[in-house]
C-alpha cells in the first residue's frame, strides 16, 4: 500500500454529481462523517461555483474536478482562481503537456503563498476511467497502461503531487513513481453496486490495498436507497484494509 499517514475516512471523497447546490446539499447534510466531497463540471456550472464556498461554510473539503486543459497560461490563472476559492484538491490534464503542468502548479503555490493559505494538491488526470482500449485507439493512443505509467512520470517530472487513475494502474504508478505521490482513483464500485459507464473499477478495499490515496465513489452513495448507509459500509471497507 502507499505511503498514507491519514485516517480511513479522510480517503473517501463522495462525488456530489447533481444539477443544482439544493440537491447536493441535502446530501451533504446526510454524510457528517465524509469530509471530502468532489464539485465537477456540472454542479460547478449549475451553482455558479456557490457549491465550493457553501461546502467550505460546512466545514468541508473540495476536490474541484475541473479537469483544466487549455495553454499553460490559462490553466496557471485557473489554478490561482481555485486557490483563492479554497479548495484542498485541484485537477489538469496530462495531456496538457509539461509546460501547461508546470505553470498550473507553480501558480497555485505562488498563490497560496501569497494568500497565506494551506497550498491544495495539483493533481493531474491520467486516462478516463470510462476509456478502455479500443477508445483510447480512436484517438490515437496505444494502451491504456503505457499511456498511463507515461503520463503519471511526466506529471512527477513537473511536481505535480499526485494522479487521477484507476484502479487498475495503482500498482503501475507506485512502481515507477516517488513514494508519497498521491493516487485518487474514480472507477470504485463496492461489490453490491451497480457497475453504470465506469470501464476499469474495483472495490474500496482492493483499491486500498493495492495503494490508492483518494477513492472517489459517486452513484453507490448518492442514488442509494439509505446514503449514510451506503457511505458507513464504504467507510468500513476502507478502515478494514489499512
Not at 115 to 130: D, E, M, N
Not at 177 to 193: E, S, T
Request: aromatic share 6%.
Amino acid at each position: 500500500m502507499g505511503e498514507n499517514k491519514k485516517r480511513p475516512e479522510e480517503s473517501l471523497i463522495v462525488a456530489l454529481d447533481y444539477a443544482g447546490w439544493a440537491e447536493a446539499k441535502k446530501l451533504v447534510e446526510m454524510l457528517p462523517e465524509v469530509q471530502y466531497f468532489k464539485v465537477g463540471l456540472e454542479l460547478y456550472l449549475a451553482s455558479k461555483g456557490e457549491a465550493v464556498a457553501e461546502l467550505r461554510k460546512l466545514g468541508k473539503k473540495v476536490f474541484l474536478d475541473l479537469k483544466f486543459h487549455d495553454i499553460p497560461n490559462t490553466v496557471a490563472r485557473a489554478c490561482c482562481q481555485a486557490v483563492e476559492q479554497g479548495v484542498t484538491i485541484l485537477n489538469l490534464h496530462a495531456a496538457g503537456g509539461r509546460r501547461m503542468m508546470e505553470q498550473g502548479v507553480q501558480a497555485a503555490r505562488a498563490k497560496a503563498q501569497e494568500l497565506g493559505v494551506a497550498v491544495p494538491l495539483v493533481i493531474a488526470v491520467t486516462v478516463l476511467t470510462s476509456l478502455d482500449e479500443p477508445s483510447l485507439q480512436e484517438i490515437g493512443l496505444q494502451g491504456i497502461e503505457k499511456s498511463v505509467v507515461n503520463f503519471a512520470r511526466l506529471a512527477e517530472e513537473t511536481r505535480m503531487d499526485g494522479v487521477v487513475a484507476s484502479p487498475h494502474e495503482i500498482s503501475l504508478i507506485r512502481e515507477n513513481c516517488r513514494p508519497g505521490f498521491k493516487i485518487i482513483c474514480p472507477g470504485v464500485r463496492p461489490a453490491w453496486a451497480e457497475v453504470n459507464d465506469q470501464k476499469r473499477i474495483t472495490t474500496p478495499g482492493d483499491a486500498i490495498r493495492l495503494g490508492a490515496d483518494y477513492l472517489v465513489v459517486g452513484r453507490p452513495i448518492t442514488t442509494a436507497f439509505d446514503p449514510r448507509e451506503a457511505a458507513f459500509r464504504v467507510l468500513q471497507e476502507i478502515k478494514e484494509a489499512f
